[in-house]
T-cell receptor, first 109, second 115 residues
Framework: GQNIDQPTEMTATEGAIVQINCTYQ??????LFWYQQHAGEAPTFLSY??LDGLEEKGRFSSFLSRSKGYSYLLLKELQMKDSASYLC??????????WGAGTKLIIKP | ETGVTQTPRHLVMGMTNKKSLKCEQH?????MYWYKQSAKKPLELMFV???????ENNSVPSRFSPECPNSSHLFLHLHTLQPEDSALYLC??????????????FGPGTRLTVL
């Protein structure tokens, strides 16, 4: 079957770095998305990876290893506004999105 | 700011009521989606309208009925719902293209409570 695993909740300190992991099992693979969702708001697109390696966008970076079925989202210089849920979604051979349950990130001062 | 709007933002209804959720996208996309989001569960895709075709998740009960009158508007008609249908209902849109993934853009959702 198709499956996405990510931690349910993580806590980090303002100004620190946090890494949110995601492992996936899909029928075929056509890339992986990360979304951010603040409580009561729409999920917003953060990144898309289809090739192995690290892609950096300001304070946020996303990494993919296709051979390991693994991705992570790296958040640097954490700010209180980064408190949100982070959703991982893999694209299968039919370009359907397979979603994880999301990781709730709590930032403490 | 998102180009996808949803109304109402909150809805409380009894099990015998009939109501409709509305979604509008201002992004010129050719595909629209309904998702159900329950606490601590993955997003559940309910319906997709893409290039005038409808794809549905066979596990969605018939008490949910979608309607897509054009590429910019999407409705979800609700009738005789159950308390377990209480959830956040998200609408999304994307520009589908051959042989490639498409990024979905979400609306803020309708928080539905069924009493």
């Amino acid at each position: 079957g198709q499956n996405i695993d990510q931690p349910t909740e993580m806590t980090a300190t303002e100004g620190a770095i946090v890494q949110i992991n995601c492992t996936y099992q899909t029928s075929g693979f056509n890339g992986l998305f990360w979304y951010q969702q603040h409580a009561g708001e729409a999920p917003t697109f953060l990144s898309y990876n289809v090739l192995d390696g690290l892609e950096e966008k300001g304070r946020f970076s996303s990494f993919l290893s296709r051979s390991k079925g693994y991705s992570y989202l790296l958040l640097k210089e954490l700010q209180m506004k980064d408190s949100a849920s982070y959703l991982c979604a893999a694209t299968d051979s039919n370009y359907q999105l397979i979603w994880g349950a999301g990781t709730k990130l709590i930032i403490k001062p | 700011e998102t180009g996808v709007t949803q109304t109402p933002r909150h809805l409380v209804m009894g099990m015998t009521n009939k109501k409709s959720l509305k979604c509008e996208q201002h992004l010129g996309h050719n595909a629209m989606y309904w998702y159900k989001q329950s606490a601590k569960k993955p997003l559940e895709l309910m319906f997709v309208y893409s290039l005038e075709e409808r794809v549905e998740n066979n596990s969605v009960p018939s008490r949910f009925s979608p309607e897509c009158p054009n590429s910019s508007h999407l409705f979800l008609h609700l009738h005789t719902l159950q308390p377990e249908d209480s959830a956040l209902y998200l609408c999304a849109s994307s520009q589908k293209r051959e042989g490639g993934p498409d990024t979905q853009y979400f609306g803020p959702g309708t928080r539905l409570t069924v009493l």
